[in-house]
């Protein structure tokens, strides 16, 4: 009978500890990288969520607007400024939670409301700490509806039956923006 020597290594199975510990801090590395890029896409994702809603408004306005024009009833759109843009919208957002009267009602992030007395449309940002702007508080976009007007007597003011009415824009109260760091 004779005794094949084989070396130690080849009875071996499975990874060594060091090895494991590799394998470990590369899935580590690598899902760091993955959960970085996640974070800016919610941010990415977010902007342009309001950047949309904020165009449907518009879209609605315009249509508003033009059946006005078509009816010979331009005036009445003077009535419109300052008041709830969403009541232009065949649906609402799914995230609009109603007017408001008081600061304290204010909802969650991610929510759009209207505030009655400030006559604002307001979107409670979700991730605040990418997110700049002047407004005090909590942190939120507002915007306003302004009636779109050639002023001929340039008296910087809307005059009926002086100034002629060209439509209605929903305008930030004040400037806002997102930032992500590359």
Do not use: C
């Amino acid at each position: 009978m004779k005794l094949i020597h084989q070396p130690a290594h080849a009875h071996q199975k499975g990874f060594t500890l060091l090895e494991l510990v590799i394998v470990i801090i590369m899935i580590g590395f690598l899902g760091t990288i993955v959960l970085d890029r996640l974070w800016k896409y919610r941010i990415f994702a977010e902007e342009a969520a309001v950047t949309a809603t904020i165009g449907n408004i518009r879209s609605g306005l315009g249509l508003e607007v033009a059946k006005l024009a078509v009816r010979g009833q331009v005036q009445k759109i003077a009535l419109f400024e300052n008041t709830n843009p969403l009541m232009f919208l065949a649906q609402k957002p799914n995230n609009y939670i109603g007017e408001v009267t008081t600061e304290n009602a204010m909802t969650e992030p991610g929510n759009w409301y209207y505030h009655a007395s400030e006559k604002s449309l307001n979107y409670v940002v979700s991730y605040p700490e990418n997110f700049y702007t002047n407004v005090s508080g909590i942190k939120r976009t507002r915007h306003q509806l302004k009636l779109v007007y050639t002023d001929n007597n340039n008296n910087g003011r809307f005059d009926k039956g002086v100034d002629d009415i060209n439509g209605l824009d929903l305008i930030a109260m004040e400037p806002y923006r997102w930032v992500v760091e590359k």
